[in-house]
């Protein structure tokens, strides 16, 4: 759907959305600061309907826009900062933006290897949609790319449960933020338990994905970029 027919349906979604779940506003189920943004902000909602769950369905996104709503309240989306980020999933490094790609989306590099299936779960999925919404607080409509690095990992570190938050998170929680995933070095042992996250996925996001290694993965980012590890040696 092209800009103009989505923003043509910017205004029909707050009116929706503002009438449908009228009962939510004035029972403080939503943070007040959320249904501000809902009132005021074009982008915002223009990112709602560009969702791989709703493609501009007016009543689709206002749903869509609740459940966001709800789970921000819920979690206190709004007032999380850096100091509530477990001491740990921040040492290790986790989850951080670093560089851009070739098409200068900001890369949230998520490091597989030093995660542990099962081990502090609330707390990686906080330390990523901290960085999530540092983001798309300030800049809705300037996608992302998330670079998962598989460099060193076993079935071991990759937890399911967070990767269905990842998939649930950048389709109705921070809605069309991702440009592309970029899997990087994913093993032989891995690709069996990615098809299971894959079809978790919307179509849209399935597109959005690409398996990569050193040998390619300068076609979306450059190697001043990279990590010394991504970088293929030249003879």
């Known amino acids: 759907m092209d800009d103009a027919s989505i923003q043509a349906k910017v205004p029909?979604?707050?009116?929706?959305?503002?009438?449908?779940?009228?009962?939510?506003?004035?029972?403080?189920?939503?943070?007040?600061?959320?249904?501000k943004r809902v009132k005021e902000d074009d982008a915002y909602l223009r990112c709602f309907l560009r969702s791989p769950k709703t493609q501009g369905d007016v009543e689709k996104t206002a749903d869509i826009l609740n459940t966001a709503l709800e789970w921000r309240a819920k979690v206190k989306m709004t007032d999380c900062?850096?100091?509530?980020?477990?001491?740990?999933?921040?040492?290790?490094?986790?989850?951080?933006?670093?560089?851009?790609d070739l098409e200068d989306h900001k890369i949230l590099m998520v490091r597989v290897k030093t995660q542990k299936k099962?081990?502090?779960?609330?707390?990686?999925?906080?330390?990523?949609?901290?960085?999530?919404?540092?983001?798309?607080r300030v800049s809705p409509e300037k996608q992302i790319t998330i670079l998962f690095d598989f460099t060193d990992a076993g079935v071991s570190n990759l937890d399911m449960d967070f990767s269905k938050f990842i998939v649930t998170a950048t389709a109705v929680y921070f809605p069309n933020?991702?440009?592309?995933?970029?899997?990087?070095?994913m093993g032989t042992a891995l690709e069996a338990v990615y098809k299971i996250i894959q079809s978790w996925m919307e179509p849209d996001q399935k597109k959005r994905t690409?398996?990569?290694?050193?040998?390619?993965?300068?076609e979306y980012v450059h190697v001043g970029q990279l990590e010394p590890h991504m970088i293929k040696e030249t003879k």
């Open 81 to 100: 900062t850096e100091a509530d980020l477990h001491p740990d999933i921040k040492a290790k490094n986790f989850i951080s933006y670093k560089g851009v």
């Open 177 to 185: 933020i991702v440009a592309r995933y970029l899997m990087f070095k």
């Open 12 to 35: 029909q979604l707050r009116k929706r959305f503002l009438s449908k779940y009228e009962g939510s506003i004035l029972d403080d189920t939503f943070d007040a600061r959320d249904v």
């Open 210 to 218: 690409f398996f990569v290694k050193r040998s390619n993965i300068q």
């Open 118 to 136: 099962g081990v502090l779960l609330d707390e990686q999925q906080k330390c990523l949609v901290y960085n999530l919404e540092q983001h798309f």
